[in-house]
């Protein structure tokens, strides 16, 4: 079965506006990452947390970790068209030597 | 940053042909390379971790003679989709990590099986 799970499966906002995605799993992690993916492409890495972090920024990205909750919460700061993407967690698993499990995804449109 | 390659980008078969998909990882050695499998809208799922100068580790469900997978060198890994049925048409995505946590994902294969 999945380990990462995202909610919502679909979000849709204005040009400006916050995005907000949230992904929970089921077992103890190393690490947790997540990873956009345009229409078609490959997916391209966003930012990795580890399982001793709670918070961490890159530029307009803000992800959360609470290993009690087994949640990560990805925050897409004043969002642009071009932010239109597909947003995967996915995590490593404690002693899974770089494995990723991935969850289903969360499709984002941003309207201009 | 680390470019992982793969080609071809698409391709389009006969059912009944042999498929080869090569990854590559072109500024860096890839101790790992891992082989993902995607169908629309879908998420990506795990077929199996390559690891250089040995075989594969198959994950549960994929048929290992049917993905035949090569780790040749530290820079490249192929994917061989044997007899291929239009059941396989997917879209393969492989990566290659240098020995730490982060993966880094080739631009993916769109196989299609008429």
């Known amino acids: 079965s999945q380990q990462g799970e995202e909610d919502p499966q679909a979000l849709s906002i204005q040009e400006g506006e916050n995005a907000t995605m949230n992904c929970s799993y089921k077992?103890?992690?190393?690490?947790l990452q997540w990873y956009r993916q345009n229409s078609g492409r490959g997916l391209v890495h966003l930012i990795l947390?580890?399982?001793?972090?709670r918070e961490k920024h890159s530029g307009r990205l803000r992800v959360t970790l609470d290993t009690s909750k087994k949640s990560s919460s990805l925050l897409i700061t004043a969002s642009r068209a071009a932010d239109t993407a597909s947003y995967f967690c996915?995590?490593?698993?404690?002693?899974?030597?770089?494995?990723?499990?991935f969850g289903k995804g969360i499709t984002l449109s941003v309207r201009p | 940053g680390a470019v992982v390659s793969q080609h071809p980008s698409r391709v389009i078969c006969k059912s009944g042909t042999s498929v080869k998909i090569e990854c590559r990882s072109l500024?860096?050695?890839?101790?790992?390379m891992f082989w993902y499998r995607q169908f629309p809208k879908k998420s990506l799922m795990l077929m199996a971790t390559?690891?250089?100068?040995?075989?594969?580790?198959?994950e549960q469900g994929v048929e290992k003679d049917k993905f035949l997978i090569n780790h040749a060198s530290l820079t490249l890994s192929t994917l061989t989709v044997t007899s291929a049925h239009p059941e396989d048409s997917s879209f393969y995505i492989c990566?290659?990590?240098?020995?730490?946590?982060?993966?880094?994902f080739g631009p993916g294969t769109r196989l299609t099986v008429l």
């Open positions: 990566s290659a990590t240098p020995g730490y946590n982060e993966q880094f």
């Open positions: 077992t103890s992690i190393n690490n």
């Open positions: 947390i580890r399982s001793n972090e």
């Open positions: 996915a995590t490593v698993l404690t002693g899974a030597n770089s494995k990723l499990t």
């Open positions: 500024d860096f050695q890839a101790t790992t």
């Open positions: 390559s690891n250089e100068g040995s075989k594969a580790t198959y």
